[in-house]
Structure formats: C-alpha cells, structure tokens
C-alpha cells in the first residue's frame, strides 16, 4: 500500500460545480500537505500547502486535513474549464522527500 | 528567473543506449529531486540529493545514477536503456526548512524502443 492514496478518476463536472478531490495517508508523522496542479504536458505546481490539520482558503480553492481520519481534501468552487489539469496530493514529516498521491484527472465542461 | 530547466525536451533511445538527463535550478535551493511519471503510478521519487555532495535512493533507483555535480546541477544517467524506462522524467528543487515547497521543471519524455 502506497503511503498516500489518492482515486486517479478521470473526473468530469459542468462549470461551476463545486469538486471535491480526496486522498487518505498512512503515516502518522506526516505533517505537511500539499497540493499540486498539472496541466497537461506540464510540469506540476503548488497549488496550496497546510501545516498539521486544519483548513486554507485561497480564492477559490480550499485545502482541508483531518489528521484523525487521515483525509486530505481540496474543494474547488465555482470550477472553471481553466481547472481542467491532474491535482496531485502529496506529504512529508518535514525534510523528508514529499510522497506523491497517483494524481486525480479533472474536467471542467463549458 | 528560468527557476528549473531541463534537457533534452524529448528523447528517443535504442535499447542498450546511454544518456544523460540534465537539470539546474537558479533559485539557490539545496535539496534536488528526479522523479519519473507514468501513466497509473503518479510521481515516483528515483533518487535525491538533500544538500550538495550528498545523493539518496528514492522508491525506484535501479537502472539509474545520480550526480550533483554541484549546487545548482543534478544530472540523470542511464547506462544502458530498457523499455521499461519509457517514461516522463521531472526534475524538482526544494528550500531545506520550512514549507515544504518543491519546484518542477518542465519534464523530459523519454522513448525507450
């Protein structure tokens, strides 16, 4: 079992639905979540990053961690076909390399 | 601020063949990753170097070498091709401390035939 799972999809929503996307985790030293964005033929980037559990809101996206239950969340509102990409989860205890969720494919439909 | 560059773009390889994937960062970061991706498997780490003069292996180092040459550059080697290694090769680099932020480059394709 990978040490973060996430359900690679494909996912496919009309535009301006709210999406949720989901990973769990397994180790417990796990402190800081990311999320990551890939366009296609891209390179990923950091979309929002938490410390320990808790919510961020950044505009449109929050990013939410439950440490009891595992579970890593990013919710999207208002989605736009520009969100259309691969969202990655990822984790780490701190300087350890981050472990990488197989990434959720999204598609926003105008 | 070209932040991480990689070369080659794309690459096609006979089996047996060697090469060697580049990567530098302009950002002064210590730690460099490699990591490759492939269709179903996410983002699997190969190796990693946490601070310059030092190298790791990640979940799937076998048919690969590592060098950081020094802190700005950590080059990709494979001595000898397989199919299996087919793949889209990310380069990323990371501030030690704090956010735990990893910067990627723009990948390389890689045909193994």
């Known amino acids: 079992q990978k040490e973060v799972e996430q359900d690679p999809g494909p996912l496919s929503v009309p535009e301006g639905a709210i999406v949720s996307l989901n990973c769990t985790y397994s180790n417990s030293a796990f402190q800081y979540f990311m999320w990551y964005r890939q366009y296609s033929r891209k390179g990923p980037e950091l979309l929002m990053y938490t410390y320990s559990s808790g919510n961020k809101e950044d505009g449109r996206f929050t990013a939410q961690v439950d440490k009891s239950s595992k579970y890593i969340s990013l919710f999207i509102r208002d989605s736009q076909p520009s969100d259309s990409a691969t969202y990655l989860c990822?984790?780490?205890?701190?300087?350890?390399?981050?472990?990488f969720g197989k990434g959720t494919r999204l598609s926003v439909i105008a | 601020n070209a932040g991480v560059t990689q070369t080659p773009k794309f690459q096609v390889l006979k089996t047996g063949q060697s090469m060697t994937l580049q990567c530098a960062q302009d950002m002064n970061h210590n730690s460099m990753y490699w990591y490759r991706q492939d269709p179903g498997m996410g983002l699997r780490l190969i190796y990693y170097s946490a601070s310059e003069g030092t190298t790791d292996k990640g979940e799937v180092p076998n048919g690969y070498n590592v060098s950081r040459l020094n802190k700005r550059e950590f080059s990709l080697r494979l001595e000898s091709a397989a199919p299996s290694q087919t793949s889209v090769y990310f380069c990323?680099?990371?501030?030690?401390?704090?956010?735990?932020?990893?910067?990627f480059g723009p990948g390389t394709r890689l045909l193994v035939l």
């Open positions: 990822a984790s780490n205890s701190g300087n350890t390399p981050l472990v």
């Open positions: 990323a680099s990371r501030e030690r401390g704090g956010v735990e932020t990893q910067y």
